[in-house]
């Protein structure tokens, strides 16, 4: 168990099936365009990824992050956090899991999306060393632009 407050103490694993239901939930509380329930499960099942699920002490998920390798390019699908729990670096810890777990593999980078307009998780992939180095426009459903940010391997 990893601690990241004094109070707060949290367990990282892979997700499971029966997770599904609460990442959707999640899902729905986080972002405009939520992946459904069906997309979730391929993606908990799908060969080669890394993913991870952080719960807390009752073994509830907190936080989650889905990766899928794209050559050398581990690339960050998404990393949500329950609105009750943000603030606490769950993301951010998720986050590093990525770098590392991309260092370990020999990668060159690892690549996310996000929205042009959330300025605060631009400021948080900041903090973790990407860099803006593109744009996919209109690549969400309503049309916006999705800022493109990479964090390259040392």
């Not at 707060?8 to 999640?26: C, K, M, N, Q, W």
């Not at 729905?28 to 002490?57: K, M, Y």
């Not at 990393?79 to 810890?93: H, K, N, W």
Request: hydrophobic share 40%; charged share 25%.
């Amino acid at each position: 168990m990893a601690e990241r407050e004094a109070s707060f103490r949290f367990s990282v694993r892979a997700p499971a099936p029966g997770d599904v239901h609460t990442l959707e939930r999640i899902e729905q509380e986080c972002f405009s365009d939520p992946w459904p329930a069906h997309l979730l499960l391929a993606e908990v099942h799908a060969p080669g990824r890394f993913h991870r699920v952080l719960t807390g002490e009752g073994g509830d998920v907190l936080a989650y992050l889905l990766c899928a390798w794209q050559y050398l390019d581990l690339h960050i699908l998404k990393v949500a956090t329950q609105p009750e729990y943000r603030r606490r670096g769950l993301a951010s810890y998720l986050i590093e899991l990525a770098q590392r777990h991309a260092k370990a593999f020999a990668a060159d980078s690892v690549t996310l999306e996000v929205r042009k307009s959330n300025v605060s998780a631009i400021a948080l992939y900041t903090q973790l060393d990407f860099k803006a180095v593109g744009y996919r426009r209109r690549y969400y459903g309503d049309g916006e632009d999705a800022l493109v940010m990479t964090w390259h391997a040392p």
